[in-house]
């Protein structure tokens, strides 16, 4: 059953659970199991291109317009309208404009990207050809992971494919219209997914964030105005002018518009990449044999990271509902709602689920190992304040820590977060201070259990105990 909700419609949820055959709305992967869709033949037979050609005879105001109607929000991470961000865009005369696609896609848990662009490349190269000529750039970049070496090649083919058959290169289609794309790999660096760590990378400097203000939009790529964009936001702009704006933004409720690519990834049975639309409950995700399958091994949920390492964990209660009562809905208002106290955050829809058996502060002391080796260094609050946060997490973890720091570890998040040039240094502090602020019992347990620590399976099975009942 496909429910399709206009934007502003009441939240009414019906939970369809595993059986019930709810299929979703699929508007990004619906091609992906036809056979050959990675390459131009088929994926022009089912349809591709017919965005370019469409975009090709309006004019670039237009197409911001049709984006702007669609409500689309940026899907790496911060959920920025993206027709507004487009309208920000500087332009001068007689200097170049530049579209950047942000595929370093390093955050721990989010692996959406890397499949839309192994699976189905020609639908990022197609969306990128409609964008780049909305936004007057000539050309435009894919900033892509080191580590996805392998689809480098697939999207370098498909660049090639594009352009002999005229849709890439000089006068595309007939319009005047030139354009270029081309793919640089990064070094395997977190940070370089910041769009302005990104820039500084794909200029060929060391990949250090700059001070913002001037954000890119003014000054970006060689100090010329410049749009960064996820990989999936730029897909999205294909069903947006193919179907018209306002079709888009009836998929979804809210400002939650149109569908989300979801990896879903921990103790379940169906690990992968989920497209949905933005009304189905966090419980139906989870639990139904369309998505998640459940939690795995009998297993029962402790707690999730909703939208990537970076957002705040959840214990299950309120996971599964916001602190009022409500239904929590896989959508980027109801996972906010309650702010950081109760709620987490869509982010890049990373979900990791972690099921009764798993340490909170074990899993905390990984996550900021990771933020500590990522960080940049310029600031001091996050180069110094990761640093202490993994020793003292370690310390913890290992049954050797004190109550006192406990208390310090959340005085040294709450020094980080918002003191630094760019947002890792918060990314670095929200799941330590969510660790806390949820499972401080299970952190004071390390301190009076030391011995425990080093021997036992760490979970706290109380933290299932107090879960309502959820069948599957
Ligand atoms: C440390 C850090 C890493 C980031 N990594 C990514 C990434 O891998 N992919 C991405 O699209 N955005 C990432 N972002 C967000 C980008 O800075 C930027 O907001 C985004 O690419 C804008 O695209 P959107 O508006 O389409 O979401 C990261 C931000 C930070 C602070
Ligand atoms: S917050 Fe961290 S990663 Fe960002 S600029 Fe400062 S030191 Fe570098």
Redesign the pocket.
């Known amino acids: 059953m496909v429910v399709i909700r206009k934007a502003g419609d009441s939240v009414k949820i019906k939970i369809s659970l595993q059986g019930t055959g709810y299929m979703g709305r699929k508007i990004l992967l619906d091609k992906i199991g036809v056979e050959k869709i990675r390459y131009y033949d088929a994926y022009r037979r089912e349809g591709g291109y017919r965005s370019v050609e469409k975009a090709l005879k309006m004019t670039p105001g237009e197409i911001v317009d049709e984006v702007k109607k669609s409500g689309l929000r940026?899907?790496?991470?911060?959920g920025?309208p993206?027709g507004m961000?487009w309208s920000f865009l500087a332009k001068p005369e007689g200097i170049p404009r530049y579209l950047v696609v942000?595929a370093?896609?390093?955050?721990p848990g989010t692996f959406k990207d890397r499949y839309l662009m192994e699976f189905i490349p020609h639908l990022l190269i197609e969306g990128m050809i409609v964008s780049s000529f909305a936004l007057g750039s000539n050309r435009s970049y894919i900033y892509i992971r080191g580590e996805y070496s392998w689809i480098v090649d697939i999207l370098e083919q498909a660049i090639a494919e594009a352009k002999n058959n005229g849709f890439l290169g000089k006068n595309i289609a007939g319009s005047g219209f030139d354009c270029e794309i081309y793919v640089q790999r990064g070094a395997g660096a977190?940070?370089c997914?910041?769009?302005t760590a990104l820039l500084e990378s794909l200029e060929g400097k060391r990949g250090n964030p700059r001070i913002k203000p001037p954000f890119p939009a003014v000054k970006g790529l060689w100090d010329c105005p410049t749009v960064?964009?996820?990989v999936e936001?730029i897909a999205a702009v294909v069903p947006i002018i193919n179907e018209g704006g306002d079709e888009y933004a009836k998929i979804g409720v809210g400002k939650s518009t149109g569908t989300k690519l979801i990896s879903a990834c921990g103790n379940i049975k169906k690990p992968g990449v989920f497209e949905i639309d933005m009304t189905i409950s966090v419980e139906e995700f989870i639990y139904s044999d369309e998505y998640c399958g459940g939690i795995a091994n009998g297993k029962r949920l402790k707690a999730c990271i909703p939208g990537g390492s970076s957002v705040p964990i959840l214990p299950a209660n309120l996971l599964l509902k916001t602190a009022k009562g409500d239904t929590r809905i896989m959508n980027y208002e109801s996972l906010s709602d309650g702010g950081f106290a109760t709620g987490s955050m869509m982010g890049s829809g990373g979900f990791i689920v972690l099921d009764e058996d798993q340490c909170v502060v074990k899993h905390t002391y990984t996550l900021a190992r990771f933020y500590r080796h990522e960080s940049c260094g310029q600031c001091s609050p996050c180069r110094e304040g990761t640093g202490w946060m993994e020793k003292l997490l370690l310390r913890l973890d290992k049954g050797l820590g004190k109550i006192s720091d406990i208390d310090l570890l959340w005085d040294i998040q709450r020094k980080i977060e918002g003191n630094t040039i760019?947002?890792?240094g918060d990314?670095a502090a929200w799941p330590v201070a969510a660790a806390i602020r949820h499972f401080r019992d299970e952190f004071e347990w390390h301190v009076l259990n030391p011995d425990e620590c080093t021997r036992r399976n760490y979970g706290l099975a109380h933290y299932a105990e107090a879960l309502p009942a959820v069948t599957a």
């Open positions: 940026g899907r790496g991470g911060a920025f993206t961000k942000n370093d896609e390093s955050e977190y940070i997914g910041e769009e960064v964009n996820n936001t760019c947002p890792l990314a």
